[in-house]
């Protein structure tokens, strides 16, 4: 089982696209290719923490893409997620539902929009919300368009933070 990490797919928000300069046609095309880039590197047993942000489409639509996702899927509530209920994101298929951050492995701190911490804190904030802005240091963002909509690995988060 592996373990990968992303964030703010926004599926289905149309101007997205144009704010974050995507590089698709159509939210149609944009939905697709996330998902196959998802299902390319996701296997049915994997995990994979999605850090927030991820659809503006109703019930059924939301659900019918989810399902199509490989993997046992962790959800932690973004901004664009939290006028949804816990219930409601599960019943469209995440396995779990987390509304605050949380530790990973004792080490990583799992939240949507970045935690600002003392540069003393002995951790690495795993996080999306930024897109595709970086914040140096003790940060690692996983938004769509910085890790080319493909979820990350923790091996390979490590390896770009120089710790492994």
């Known amino acids: 089982m592996k373990t990968f990490f992303i964030a703010d797919h926004h599926f289905g928000h149309k101007n997205i696209i144009k704010y974050e300069t995507r590089p698709f046609k159509s939210v149609d095309e944009m939905d697709s290719h996330m998902i196959e880039k998802w299902n390319s590197v996701v296997g049915k047993n994997d995990k994979v923490f999605v850090l927030g942000d991820v659809s503006i489409y109703g019930r059924e639509k939301t659900k019918e893409i989810i399902e199509q996702l490989n993997g046992f899927k962790i959800l932690i509530l973004g901004n664009h997620d ?83």
Not at 95 to 113: C, K, T
Request: negative net charge.
């Open 82 to 164: 939290k006028g949804r209920t816990i219930t409601w994101w599960k019943d469209v298929g995440f396995n779990r539902v987390i509304e605050f951050p949380i530790i990973y492995n004792e080490f990583y701190m799992l939240s949507h929009e970045p935690l600002y911490m003392n540069e003393n804190m002995p951790y690495i904030n795993i996080h999306g919300h930024l897109h595709s802005k970086v914040i140096e240091g003790q940060y690692f963002n996983v938004g769509v368009e910085r890790i080319d909509y493909t979820p990350i690995r923790l091996q390979e988060i490590k390896y770009e933070l120089g710790i492994e």
